[in-house]
């Protein structure tokens, strides 16, 4: 079955810089796009950045310029390499991937970001 498993988080000093990744098993990674997302509490899960199968890239305005998506499929495993991080930025992070004709969204069990001095 499809495994999405989340690592890289952790607690950082404003300004910091991490990078998260992604790995994936279960499905055949290198033809499917990928997400990260995250959500804090009280707020609702948002979209950060995506790469398509292509390596593609989007990513949201808001991060743009600090966050970068990227994509080894090699290792099945994608990343979010984090940059000028702010306290705002404190969430808890997921990737992301649908499959099959409806879709489906496949979820990890996410990896804590914590920004603060």
């Known amino acids: 079955q499809v495994q999405l498993v989340e690592s890289g988080g952790g607690l950082v000093q404003p300004g910091g810089s991490l990078r998260l990744a992604c790995a994936a098993s279960g499905f055949t990674f290198s033809n499917h796009d990928m997400r990260w997302y995250r959500q804090s509490p009280g707020k609702e899960r948002e979209l950060l950045a995506a790469i398509a199968s292509s390596s593609k890239t989007y990513t949201v305005d808001s991060v743009k310029g600090r966050f970068i998506i990227s994509r080894d499929n090699a290792k099945n495993t994608v990343y979010l390499q984090m940059n000028s991080l702010k306290p705002e930025d404190t969430a808890m992070y997921y990737c992301?991937?649908?499959?099959?004709?409806?879709?489906?969204?496949?979820w990890g069990q996410g990896t804590q970001v914590t920004v603060s001095s």
């Open positions: 992301n991937t649908q499959t099959g004709w409806n879709r489906y969204d496949h």
